[in-house]
């Protein structure tokens, strides 16, 4: 059975930092694109980034270009996104993905159940 699990959000003062981790079980992360999308209260659901199964391409939406960076650890099996310089505006549930990784993401497959992130002081 295929599970994405998502951990480390939660609460964070604007300008603060977290690391999102996603763990995969079931299948071997580093053969899929990965990306991580997100989701605020009467809003639209958002493509942040992916990275290819290669680590060839990454993609970063305007949004967050310059304070995100997605990474893999294929020995953990786990994809990150690092969060930083965070606003009010990133406030969502944040969920990873199998995703087709290009010049955008598009969702392929496998969802994770989704970690809350709150930005607020």
């Known amino acids: 059975q295929v599970q994405l699990v998502e951990s480390g959000g939660g609460l964070v003062q604007p300008g603060g930092s977290l690391r999102l981790s996603c763990a995969a079980s079931?299948?071997?992360?580093?053969?899929?694109?990965i990306g991580w999308f997100r989701q605020a209260p009467g809003k639209e659901r958002e493509g942040v980034s992916c990275i290819g199964s290669s680590e060839s391409s990454t993609y970063y939406a305007d949004s967050v270009k310059g304070r995100f960076t997605i990474s893999r650890d294929n020995a953990k099996n786990t994809v990150y996104l690092q969060m930083n310089s965070l606003k009010p505006e990133d406030t969502a549930v944040y969920y990873c993905?199998?995703?087709?990784?290009?010049?955008?993401?598009?969702?392929?497959?496998?969802w994770g159940q989704g970690t809350q992130v709150t930005v607020s002081s």
């Open positions: 079931g299948l071997t992360l580093e053969k899929y694109s």
């Open positions: 993905a199998h995703v087709y990784c290009g010049w955008g993401i598009s969702p392929r497959g496998y």
